[in-house]
């Protein structure tokens, strides 16, 4: 087990909230958009003192639609590391730019911030951390 983070206790410590909404929307067959999905996005849009807020299927969705918004297309570059999930690299490669790898810290296992001065080139639109295990 990676000793950053026990998910089983964090789920521990909110289970009848989690489980009480999974029960809800299995029973209203709400999976797909509807009133829970609004309620969400707007309370998600006041906690982030944003005007929107989109709920999407997936991290991957999120990780796109983020790069979209920020304006990454084809023949750009976003740099991030090798040590991630598929879903990072495949959000870049979704807008058709180009995924940059740089080497994480070793202490924290994420994104070394030593390196990505080298890493930066006229093409560089977006460096993209990532955090992983919850720490």
């Known amino acids: 087990m990676i000793p950053f983070v026990d998910l089983k206790k964090q789920y521990e410590s909110i289970k009848d909230e989690i489980d009480g909404a999974i029960r809800d ?8 958009l509807g009133e829970p999905v609004e309620e ?17 299927n997936s991290g991957t969705s999120a990780l796109h639609l983020a790069l ?8 750009d570059e976003v740099i991030t590391v ?16 180009t995924p940059v790898f740089i080497d994480i810290d070793p202490g924290t296992c994420t994104l ?17 951390p990532v ?5």
């Open 25 to 32: 929307v299995v029973e209203s067959c709400h999976f797909v």
């Open 40 to 56: 969400f996005e707007a309370d998600f849009a006041a906690y982030c003192h944003s005007r929107f807020a989109f709920g999407v």
């Open 68 to 75: 979209l918004a920020a304006g990454v297309g084809a023949g």
């Open 82 to 97: 090798s040590y991630t999930f598929v879903a990072t690299v495949a959000a870049i490669c979704y807008t058709g730019a």
């Open 112 to 128: 070394n911030p030593d390196k990505i001065a080298a890493a930066i080139t006229p093409k560089t639109k977006v460096v993209m």
């Open 131 to 135: 955090h992983l295990y919850g720490g």
